[in-house]
């Protein structure tokens, strides 16, 4: 496994490993050095993430590593890739087949699936129940079986919130100015925002700061919204059909009436006419310029969380069904690669970072007393150690514990967050399973028509998102682009797997 | 007398017309116009990197700060020696690079340049069939970090831009417009051919050299790919990765930033943004100063017989 | 007899003096082309490691790559990963658009470079033209994201200063980002403001090595500035267009992504003028990020290219004369 082209076509022409020395990752072994001494003869395990750099990163990785080594008899070193890095810098290590034992993978980053058919990720579904007990019984068989590709689980899934309940958020201020506070907490779809709508609308006309009602239109078309699960390349299944056909999206009525909705508003002038990116819709919200999210994730402490990032309290409604999906539940997973040399200890170690809240919490927050302190233990509360302002002055804040194992053994950092741990497992639990759970499409066959129906979507489908263009026609288009492009291959061959796959778990 | 003094001298010679300072009046003109409309953009960054980020989303670009703030260049230098570090490495690069690089490519565009060098044609071929294809990202990367290894030193920084073929083009032609007297003079008095080059061709493209430099010297110092794909050792990073680096890790503090945590407008992504343009053309405009002084030399020299 | 030995006598020290002379000018010049071979040994080295050991990796064009296996390991796929540059309108279209566009800049940028580059030469003494010219080379530094985001202050829709500016005028603002129409002529504007510092960098520095004894001889001859750059500026920069010119044709379906991308901010509504093959391929690689396709992506760009500056130079060689070599081989 080590080397990964044939040393003999190459050195063929010229002999050219003589040429260079022996450089080496000074600055790796730099990091390894500092690390607890104690421990050296120890299987050391690497563990690959994206983050900005911690400042006390160093001191934190020793202490993980004296829990670890007497527990699991391993140590381990913290590797942060800057956000920007890590998608680019993961491949080319998993393609050159350089050495590490565990790497965040997602659908979004460091592409999961891409992964598995690369073969970069040890498959570790055998090992889970035996070698973490307690964090296989953690979730149940059906969301286990989300990770399942091709027969084997190729990463451990991190718990946090699986179901997308999507929803409008509405800032508190506007709403209230405006007086229909009730008629949106009584909301029941998205075509009941109209009056709501032209009320702010209205209001924006005379207000200074207030420019737009809203931004992002095409929110909306978020498939979860209608009930149906996502599939790739524009394809769904309903979540209420058991049969599990597969459909094209833009073909369905709900599709249509959507598309409608935001034509409407389009032609109410509730959005700008230039389609901005997202970073500057997110800072004309900071600057007070819209009032509505017309969708976005609804979970509990979402509110919270929504205004101390942007900085304006809202107000939000759940319209969508809370559905559980493939893609909702392997949002965000730890992998163990398939040229490290523990893998047993890589998936004990994942037991212990999804089953022990105090090994958990060492990682998301740092060291008790050094970089934070109790503020209530009884509630899990706790604050910056030592007065700190807030946790971004402590020395060590990654603030990425989705990223690091299960969400739902943090420890709060607010009070208004109490209680939304157990809320937000409740909304997992209740939540319908699509009847293609455990599913993932294999798209090798197809390649070419998924490329080509990637980028036609974006053409066609993105005016009817931003309401630019009128919906009778450019449905059509939309939907003639999508056959030129050759979706109904690939909804044959999804439905052909889909059916193997029911008949083969039956 | 200097080239330029000639040149004047020349100039006053002519029927000092109307038209003739009218036409010099109008270059001046249109020229003025165009620079004008290079820098505008500039100053706009610049006033822009200064304002407020909450202010900027509202009013826009502007000449002068609509509300004056530091926030983008303290988020940058909060930790300044990052930045210095970043800095030197750029600087090292660019100038080691640069030397290096016109150490490789100016003999072999010379010697590319003499019809009578046997090997001319072939090595023509060798030499410009590669303008035409590449092998890709996959076999460069393990070039550099198998064969070669030389991930995470500053080799790996300086190796990929030594030899640019576009630019062996441009010296060879350069080198072949050469009058061949003063070389086959030299050679009758009995100079090697290296001399030659040395002290009579060299000398005599110092525009082209200069321009071959100035350009190398801007692949380098804009250069951030190269770092991303083989230093991971954060004291090595050239300047334009670090700023991105900091701008990727601001912009995903931000989504991230949670209740107790971060306050928000606490990270200033667009006015970062142009912040970062600014640290990174200041200097390059400068070092670009410096060569104007070796063009305009290099002519006086050069053209006057 | 004496005289035919004494013939032969100095046709031998004739012969062999000049078998001597021929020894030495043959030893000076196996010296001269060794000196020449050594001193392009260093960079001919780099483009061996560097070029020609990596071109191997085009083999992955034609293969289902998986890194894992090595680029010979791999399962080998013919043509399949070719099919998705052709399968649709779109693609095809993003071709033609790349080449009509390519056309445009490189026309419009040789004009214009050319014509600024004469500029600095006529007052090439004055004092400002340092200041010009840095002025001119300010947007290469500038990346295309700061770009784009600068061309919509300029654009934007409600607030844009050219919209402010009609407005001003009594004429009704346009919706920039929805007009396919404009943007290639805005596109070619943005890479003129960027490009043409360095482009008459290149033009003037081949301007300057012309001996300026020509330009007195055609004063006085009575040409005026017109006639002095057609007979005497053009055709001793003529290698560097036709290079310029040839190597445009080797890209000619590559193009600045970050141009394409950035500038116009991604629209879709622009695509019918605006999308050429590198944002496609972009467009369709970001959902499957198959290695292989976007290797035969490249190699189509490549191949392309190839077959035209071969072609294009076998012209040149047959038109250009002996002693002014034009051609790139």
Sequence with gaps: MAKVFSRRTVLKSLGLAAAAGGFNFTGLSKLAAASSRRYQNLPRLVYLYPGAPQADVLAVQDAMSVYMAERIGATIELRAIDWGAYDGQISLINASGENYDLGFTAPWINNYYTNINQEYLASIGDMLPELAPNYWASLTPETWEAARVGGGIYGGINQQIFVKPFGPYIRTDIIEAVGLADAFASLTSYEQLDPIMAAIKEYADQDDTLTHVTYNLAQILVAENWGFDPQSSGLIVRSTDESAQVEIYSQTDEYRQAVETIRRWYQAGYAPSDVALWSEMDAAWVAGQYAVRVSDIVKPGGNAEVQARWGWAVTSKALAEPLLTTGGVTATLNGVSSVSANPEIAVRYLELVNSDPVFYNLLCKGIQGTHWEWADEGQQLIRPANGAASFGDTGYNPNTDWMFGNVFNSYYGDATQIGAWPETAELNRNARPSPILGFTFDGSSVETEVASISAVTQEFGSPLGSGTVDTAEGLERYNQAQLDAGIERVRDEMQRQIDAWKSASA | MTYSQRLRAQKRLDTDSLMNWLARFSVHIVLILLSLGCLLPLVLIISASFTDEIALTRFGYNLIPAQFSTTAYELIFRNPTVILRAYAVTVFTTIFGTISALALMAPLAYALSRPDFILRKPLSLFVFFTMLFSGGIVPYYILMTQYLRVQNTLFALILPYLVVVYYVLILRTYFAALPAELIDAARVDGAGEFRIFISIALPLAKPALATIALLTALNYWNDWTTALYFIRDSQLYPLQYMLYIIQSNAQAMQLQASVGNISVGEIPTQTARMAMAVLATGPAALMFLIFQRYLVRGVTLGAFK | ?329
Excluded at chain 3, 100 to 129: C, D, K
């Design chain 3, 1 to 329: 007899m004496d005289t035919t030995l004494n013939q032969s006598n100095r046709t031998t020290s004739v012969a062999s003096s000049e078998r001597n002379r021929w020894a030495m000018i043959r030893g000076h010049k196996f010296r001269r082309n060794l000196v020449w071979l050594l001193m392009s040994l260093p960079a001919l080295l780099w483009i061996l490691v560097f070029k020609y050991l990596t071109l191997f990796g085009a083999w992955i064009a034609f293969t289902d790559f998986k890194v894992r296996r090595g680029v010979f390991g791999s399962d080998f796929v013919g043509l399949d990963n070719f099919r998705f540059l052709f399968a649709t309108d779109t693609a095809v279209r993003a071709t033609i658009n790349t080449i009509a566009l390519n056309l445009l800049f490189i026309s419009g940028g040789v004009i214009a470079s050319m014509l600024i580059a004469w500029l600095f030469y006529e007052i090439y003494t004055s004092r400002l033209t340092k200041f010009y010219q840095t002025m001119l080379l300010l947007p290469r530094f500038i990346s295309w994201v700061v770009v784009g985001y600068f061309v919509y202050a300029l654009l934007a829709t409600d607030n844009g200063l050219i919209n402010m500016l009609l407005r001003n005028f009594g004429l009704e603002p346009v919706s920039w980002y929805n007009t396919p129409q404009a943007w290639p002529l805005i596109l070619l504007l943005t890479s003129l403001w960027s490009g043409m510092g360095i482009g008459s960098l290149i033009y003037l520095s081949g301007m300057l090595a012309i001996d300026t004894q020509l330009f007195e001889a055609a004063r006085i001859d009575g040409a005026n500035k017109w006639q002095q750059f057609i007979y005497i500026t053009f055709p001793i920069i003529m290698p560097l267009l036709v290079i310029n010119l040839l190597l445009s044709l080797a890209f000619i379906l590559n193009a600045d992504f970050g141009l394409f991308f950035q500038v116009t901010r991604n629209q879709p509504l622009l695509y019918s003028t605006t999308d050429v093959l590198d944002t496609y391929i972009y467009r369709s690689l970001i959902v499957t990020q198959n290695v292989s396709m976007a290797a035969a992506a490249q190699f189509y760009q490549s191949i392309v290219g190839f077959v035209l500056v071969i072609f294009f130079n076998w012209i040149v060689r047959r038109i250009e004369r002996a002693d002014e070599p034009l051609a790139l081989f």
